[in-house]
């Protein structure tokens, strides 16, 4: 085998897929520079529209400065008039992570839910997000235990029902 074509056959080759990665790779670190602030003020915006949702006539929110990881919670808000709170909980359902946003309303009571059950099984888990399952929580306080479960969405409608007891217990423990 002659050096020339070692070189020809093996090294060149090699070279221009690295070369390829690294331009690859530059362009793939600059988009995601240029995308992720926008991402993320998509996200806040998102996030303050499921708390206005799920607490009706609130107006504006303050984050609650507490343990989230010992609460067992993602975050707490309280409303700024007064009405209430706004507690989000993540628990594990069957296809990954079940978002419980939860309004509390001053008195402790159960006023709104949103569980984004997006990671769940089409059709099958992602009812325990549907109205039919959600508004069994409406009214509660304390626990949300007396709840029971979809038949065929256990792990998703205990992901719900689990996120909503965390929510009531962080209540509990910050108002």
Same mark, same amino acid.
Request: net charge negative; aromatic share 6%.
């Given at each position: 085998m002659k050096q020339g074509n070692t070189f020809q056959e093996m090294i060149k080759p090699l070279l221009v897929l690295v070369i390829i990665c690294l331009v690859v790779s530059a362009l793939l670190g600059f988009t995601h520079s240029v995308t992720a602030p926008i991402v993320e003020e998509n996200e806040r915006i998102a996030a303050e529209a499921t708390r206005k949702a799920v607490l009706a006539g609130a107006e504006s929110f303050t984050e +609650? #400065?507490?343990?989230?990881?010992?609460?067992? +919670?993602? /975050?707490?808000?309280? %409303? #700024? $008039?007064?009405? @209430?709170?706004? !507690?989000?909980?993540?628990? &594990?359902?069957?296809?990954? %992570?079940?978002? *419980?946003? *939860?309004?509390? #309303? $001053?008195? @402790? &009571?159960?006023? @709104?839910?949103?569980?984004?059950? /997006?990671? %769940?099984?089409?059709?099958?888990? /992602?009812?325990?997000?549907?109205?039919?399952?959600?508004?069994?929580? !409406? @009214?509660?306080?304390? /626990?949300? $235990?007396? *709840?029971?479960t979809i038949s065929g969405a256990t792990y998703s409608s205990t992901a719900v029902r689990s996120g909503v007891s965390a929510a009531l217990a962080a209540y509990d423990a910050i108002k």
């Amino acid at each position: 085998m002659k050096q020339g074509n070692t070189f020809q056959e093996m090294i060149k080759p090699l070279l221009v897929l690295v070369i390829i990665c690294l331009v690859v790779s530059a362009l793939l670190g600059f988009t995601h520079s240029v995308t992720a602030p926008i991402v993320e003020e998509n996200e806040r915006i998102a996030a303050e529209a499921t708390r206005k949702a799920v607490l009706a006539g609130a107006e504006s929110f303050t984050e +609650i #400065d507490c343990d989230t990881e010992a609460l067992g +919670i993602k /975050s707490a808000y309280q %409303e #700024d $008039s007064g009405k @209430g709170y706004v !507690i989000t909980a993540g628990r &594990k359902g069957y296809g990954g %992570e079940v978002v *419980v946003t *939860v309004g509390i #309303d $001053s008195s @402790g &009571k159960v006023v @709104g839910l949103s569980a984004n059950v /997006s990671t %769940e099984t089409s059709g099958v888990g /992602s009812k325990a997000g549907l109205p039919a399952y959600t508004d069994k929580y !409406i @009214g509660l306080s304390g /626990s949300a $235990s007396g *709840v029971d479960t979809i038949s065929g969405a256990t792990y998703s409608s205990t992901a719900v029902r689990s996120g909503v007891s965390a929510a009531l217990a962080a209540y509990d423990a910050i108002k």
